[in-house]
């Protein structure tokens, strides 16, 4: 039997060798079609996923707000604050940094492809501290309060094309971030000057995240901006165990919300 299954073998490898790239495809079909086991997830005591962050080295603010700017003009927001986090710890660590792909991010621009969602600078920002940080949510708390309410850009690049009229957000929201810049600005949604203060405020945002993340890691961190008294009488009805509890969120709500009416007034209803 042994020397039977030998000059099978020894026939198979003869035709393929003959075949050339045939043979090739035939080994790659045979490899694909093996069947592959998923990796099992862990569990945390209340039955999620297991949070395992990948390693974390102390990086440089200022390098990062060059690089983040750079980054941003390339390939937009989201991807110019989390694939810039992921180049110099693929510098400094390397391993699997080296291979992340990163212009998956891309789909962040705009708060995701143009919807005016989420900025894709705090998208970003909080895929690079959760792909890294032991404890995340104090982390994305502290760069979306500074993001909603400092007067940004804060800060400018070394390589930026030109100075950026500073707006605050008073959103987590693309969409009001940069309906409030353009009021403050005077400049255009679609213009040049707009795409740079984008590029700008990705670079803070960038900026922002590393220096959180070395305090973090330094066991040095201590939140700064928090959710201002507003917001918290106004959660303290309708958030959790609240009178109300009819919703959830950590944003300013008369962003959205004028004083205590339950909606905005829908625009399409026919006035009587």
Not at 223 to 252: F, Q
Request: aromatic share 6%.
């Amino acid at each position: 039997m042994t020397m039977d299954r030998r000059k099978a073998l020894a026939t198979i490898a003869g035709s393929m060798a003959v075949a050339g790239i045939a043979g090739t495809t035939v080994v790659r079909n045979a490899v694909a079609a093996q069947p592959t086991k998923r990796p099992e997830l862990k569990l945390d005591k209340k039955g999620k996923i297991f949070h395992e962050p990948l390693p974390y080295v102390s990086l440089d603010p200022e390098a990062g707000l060059d690089l983040s700017y750079t980054n941003k003009l390339a390939g937009d927001c989201m991807y110019g604050v989390f694939a810039t986090v992921v180049e110099m710890l693929a510098d400094k660590v390397g391993g699997p940094y080296l291979t992340y792909p990163t212009t998956v991010t891309r789909f962040g621009a705009g708060g995701i492809v143009g919807w005016g969602t989420t900025c894709g600078a705090l998208q970003g920002a909080a895929m690079a501290i959760y792909l890294v940080s032991p404890d995340p949510t104090p982390i994305i708390d502290e760069v979306f309060n500074y993001y909603m309410y400092t007067s940004l850009p804060d800060v400018k690049p070394k390589n930026a094309k030109m100075d950026i009229v500073p707006s605050t957000a008073d959103s987590t929201l693309c969409h009001i971030s940069i309906s409030h810049w353009t009021e403050a600005s005077g400049a255009k949604a679609f213009s040049k000057e707009r795409t740079e203060r984008c590029a700008h405020l990705a670079a803070a945002v960038t900026r922002k995240t590393i220096q959180t993340l070395n305090a973090q890691l330094a066991g040095e961190f201590k939140p700064v901006n928090l959710i201002p008294e507003s917001v918290a009488a106004c959660r303290a009805c309708h958030d959790m165990g609240g009178e109300m509890e009819n919703t959830r969120g950590k944003m300013d709500c008369l962003a959205c919300h004028s004083g205590h009416d339950k909606m905005k007034p829908n625009i399409y209803e026919k006035p009587m």
